[in-house]
């Protein structure tokens, strides 16, 4: 019983830690931020206006399910059309749809 517990304190003081293999990819943190700040102030049909309450959930919806090419022509674009472009694409897919709906009524 008490290796069970020893176990159990170990295995809870290691998820605490940031241990450098299980850092966030910085592309998709960067990417995530671009996002987010392409998508805040743009208009939508109807008069709403994208927040960041709104943006940054879908952008990490982006991150999650864009691929590493995608992510580096997000980090590369110079303008937000072709952010927005990419984005539109990644956001598009089933699987994005699923985890942009999940986020934002959650």
Do not use: W, Y
């Not at 966030?24 to 939508?44: K, Y």
């Not at 110079?78 to 952010?83: K, L, N, P, V, W």
């Amino acid at each position: 019983m008490k290796r069970i517990i020893l176990s159990l304190i170990a295995a809870t003081a290691l998820a605490g830690c940031d241990m450098p293999g299980f850092m966030a990819d910085p592309t998709a943190t960067t990417a995530t931020d671009l996002v987010t700040a392409s998508m805040v102030g743009t208009e939508l049909s109807g008069g709403i206006v994208v927040t960041e309450r709104i943006a940054r959930p879908l952008a990490e919806c982006v991150a999650e399910h864009a691929t590493d090419e995608e992510l580096a022509q997000i980090v590369a674009a110079t303008d937000d059309a072709t952010r927005n472009a990419i984005t539109s694409a990644v956001l598009a897919r089933p699987e994005a749809i699923s985890c942009a709906t999940a986020a934002l009524t959650a």
